[in-house]
């Protein structure tokens, strides 16, 4: 199992908290935002007194509520065409599962959210990347080169939209593309959308289940993870209107009994949250945005990628190794007792050598919190080159 | 993936239902049992805003706790040693994930609980079957049965103790002789002590976990799942004093983050259930038990295994194939209005062609629904072997 690039600096940042440093965290998608207060109460009062498994596939209640949801994106779903899981994360397993046997490939444009290598190795897949660029905003690679890439082994294609860590938010042209493209390979496409609510500058997101010449071919991953500041719960699921695919997932879920139970009352309420709270969300993260990318781009020698969606950005610093620069923050410097901790993003790609001098930047802290954690990045990076 | 033969009769099942009959389930292991107040009060009284994800390996507190509960058992435990997994599910797939690579084989005594399959199946390992005979109560097969079947690429052997289906509890003597063949033969053993506390007749529970010469072969899969009846919190754990194999773990659990947040609060609250709670549980399956074999074995041509542990009993009846028979129950048969679901035993074992006329029984009702459901089968019986 490869090693979560989130996660390695962890010891470091204990290290630096022990000794007092404070450690501004901008390393992972924990967002800061509440819960909908509708699905905190909703936990609150249940009246369970057997707390038993649930419907392996999620309750009937919870994933017509579900499918609700969807209609109002004008995407009609049967709830047996929504299988309830443990996070995207198993969302994403079942998904790799389902469609790939040991040895198969899936192409997935890099830099992508690490974890896909965890879910494609504890299932023996083999993950094959295709480069997106920094200078396009990483932007989908040219269909040409996936073409170069598709192999008999190729099961699918697999993107993350908006994109974690990248930010991009594909275009309808994009998208339109991808289909015909695993139309003519006859192949999946897999599109991990859990962040599909977070658009800015009156950008639209499209999704994959929009396009009916695909339906045989489309799985969507979803969560509530991000949506509704619900991390916690480990609640998801996996979308498909291939009968096929849902059955041999369905089989993955049986093995693991049942997604958990409170969790599934705090998603199902979720639901109802009212629109004014994504409204409020949204406007907050485009702030955060704003402000992250000006504070950034005002850093001599740093490059950032200006994301359309999600929370993240990539940036590029003017360091040779931004691995061995994020340990050093954490490791040998602080400025003032404070100190910030980033994801070096070469752990997202998956091409040797790729993005050593970026890193990922979640932008889950309050503003003020975001103005502190650039300008310690800023003076880190001046006294790391001075050394 | 194979198949849950506990899962496939459910559609004859919800069809009997909306026929109106109604149907008595001794198929699935979901306890009746109310779950500790203690764990329900607490989700109910948590003071969460922000729904975080945990610790990847559970919280700190909690992994503390646990330890304590097991020092009560008397073996020590460092927190480190315990991953909090998703259920006990989640700790058998880490498990075999952690120790074996695609085609490595893991030995199971069988009748054995059917999801192992599925996990191994998912993590591509190999089942390698040894029978255990309801002759002999399923006691553990002889050792060098085992040896036979260790190849080169034999990486553990994996019980169920006390047995989900079998129902029976391993002795220390037994525990004993696997604990020197995986020392002698260089491999791990694994053992899911999930029903650990469903002990009767006086006997005692040996868990791996007390053999010090094993410390590095050991892996426990535990869960709250059975014993607190909190079946849908999807809470266990994995434990073992392997460094290396903990590290591993851990990275599959990275990659999927971490357990659910909710289920973790009810499952740390539920460590502090008074004893009397088990004391007055452990009285009602043994009561249930000391019923349910009594009816059973008073109906002719039943064959029964005496459990010792757990809540199943496997039994033998006399029809030819009791796939064909459950189903049967459910399809063309009802008594007065009501039925009885049962687990066809065949897909509890890996072997072809055994278990074929054998049942698994979850005595997990109340005993004056399992005299029903006894007297129903017995009814069924009669009826089918008529025809």
Same mark, same amino acid.
């Given at each position: 199992?490869?090693?979560s690039?989130?996660?390695?600096?962890?010891?470091?940042?204990?290290?630096?908290?022990?000794?007092?440093v404070?450690?501004y965290?901008l390393?992972?998608?924990?967002?800061?935002i509440?819960?909908?207060?509708?699905?905190?109460?909703a936990?609150k009062?249940?009246?369970i007194?057997?707390?038993?498994?649930?419907?392996?596939?999620?309750?009937?209640?919870?994933?017509?509520?579900?499918?609700?949801?969807?209609?109002?994106?004008?995407?009609?779903?049967?709830?047996?065409?929504?299988?309830?899981?443990?996070?995207?994360?198993?969302a994403?397993?079942?998904?790799?599962?389902?469609?790939?046997?040991?040895?198969?490939?899936?192409?997935?444009?890099?830099?992508?959210?690490?974890?896909?290598?965890?879910?494609?190795?504890?299932?023996g897949?083999?993950?094959?990347?295709?480069?997106?660029?920094?200078?396009?905003?990483?932007?989908?690679?040219?269909?040409?080169?996936?073409e170069?890439?598709?192999?008999?082994?190729?099961?699918?294609?697999?993107?993350?939209?908006p994109?974690?860590?990248?930010g991009?938010?594909?275009?309808?042209?994009?998208?339109?593309?991808?289909?015909?493209?695993?139309?003519?390979?006859?192949?999946?496409?897999?599109?991990?959308?859990?962040?599909?609510e977070?658009?800015?500058?009156?950008?639209?997101?499209?999704?994959?289940?929009?396009?009916?010449?695909?339906?045989?071919?489309? =799985?969507?991953? !979803? %969560?509530?993870? /991000?949506?509704? +500041?619900?991390?916690?719960?480990?609640?998801?699921?996996?979308?498909? $209107?291939?009968?096929?695919?849902?059955?041999?997932?369905?089989?993955?879920?049986?093995?693991?009994?049942?997604?958990?139970?409170?969790?599934?009352?705090?998603?199902?309420?979720?639901?109802?949250?009212?629109?004014?709270?994504?409204?409020?969300?949204?406007?907050?993260?485009?702030?955060?945005?704003?402000?992250?990318?000006?504070?950034?781009?005002?850093?001599?020698g740093?490059?950032v990628?200006?994301?359309?969606?999600?929370?993240?950005c990539?940036?590029?610093?003017?360091?040779?190794?931004?691995?061995?620069?994020?340990?050093?923050?954490?490791?040998?410097?602080?400025?003032?007792?404070?100190?910030?901790?980033?994801?070096?993003?070469?752990?997202?790609?998956?091409?040797?050598?790729?993005?050593?001098?970026?890193i990922?930047?979640?932008?889950? =802290?309050?503003? !003020? %919190?975001?103005? /502190?954690?650039? +300008?310690?990045?800023?003076?880190?990076?001046k006294?790391?080159?001075? $050394?």
């Amino acid at each position: 199992m490869p090693e979560s690039p989130i996660r390695k600096l962890v010891p470091y940042a204990e290290a630096a908290k022990s000794r007092g440093v404070h450690v501004y965290h901008l390393n992972i998608g924990q967002p800061d935002i509440k819960t909908p207060q509708i699905a905190l109460d909703a936990v609150k009062n249940n009246s369970i007194e057997v707390l038993a498994y649930s419907r392996t596939e999620g309750s009937e209640d919870y994933r017509r509520k579900i499918a609700g949801y969807y209609a109002k994106l004008g995407i009609e779903l049967n709830p047996a065409e929504i299988l309830v899981t443990t996070g995207g994360s198993e969302a994403l397993s079942f998904a790799m599962g389902s469609i790939a046997d040991f040895g198969d490939e899936i192409i997935i444009p890099e830099p992508f959210y690490a974890n896909y290598n965890g879910f494609a190795t504890a299932m023996g897949v083999t993950v094959v990347p295709i480069v997106s660029r920094i200078e396009e905003n990483f932007a989908l690679p040219p269909i040409e080169e996936f073409e170069k890439l598709i192999s008999p082994k190729t099961r699918a294609i697999l993107i993350c939209n908006p994109g974690n860590p990248t930010g991009y938010l594909y275009s309808e042209e994009e998208i339109t593309k991808l289909a015909k493209l695993v139309r003519k390979h006859d192949i999946f496409l897999i599109a991990d959308e859990v962040y599909r609510e977070f658009t800015y500058d009156g950008k639209t997101h499209h999704s994959i289940l929009h396009y009916p010449e695909i339906k045989d071919q489309a =799985l969507v991953v !979803d %969560s509530v993870s /991000k949506r509704y +500041s619900m991390c916690g719960a480990r609640i998801g699921c996996l979308i498909s $209107r291939n009968k096929e695919v849902i059955q041999t997932a369905l089989k993955f879920a049986q093995a693991r009994l049942s997604p958990p139970t409170y969790a599934q009352i705090a998603s199902e309420a979720a639901l109802d949250t009212p629109q004014s709270y994504f409204t409020e969300v949204k406007r907050e993260y485009v702030d955060r945005r704003d402000l992250i990318i000006r504070e950034l781009e005002q850093i001599e020698g740093v490059k950032v990628a200006r994301p359309q969606g999600a929370f993240y950005c990539i940036a590029e610093l003017p360091v040779e190794d931004a691995d061995v620069f994020a340990q050093w923050l954490l490791e040998s410097f602080n400025h003032m007792g404070e100190t910030v901790m980033v994801a070096p993003a070469a752990g997202f790609y998956a091409s040797p050598g790729l993005g050593k001098n970026q890193i990922r930047i979640a932008y889950v =802290l309050e503003k !003020d %919190s975001l103005i /502190k954690a650039v +300008s310690i990045l800023k003076e880190g990076l001046k006294q790391y080159n001075k $050394r």
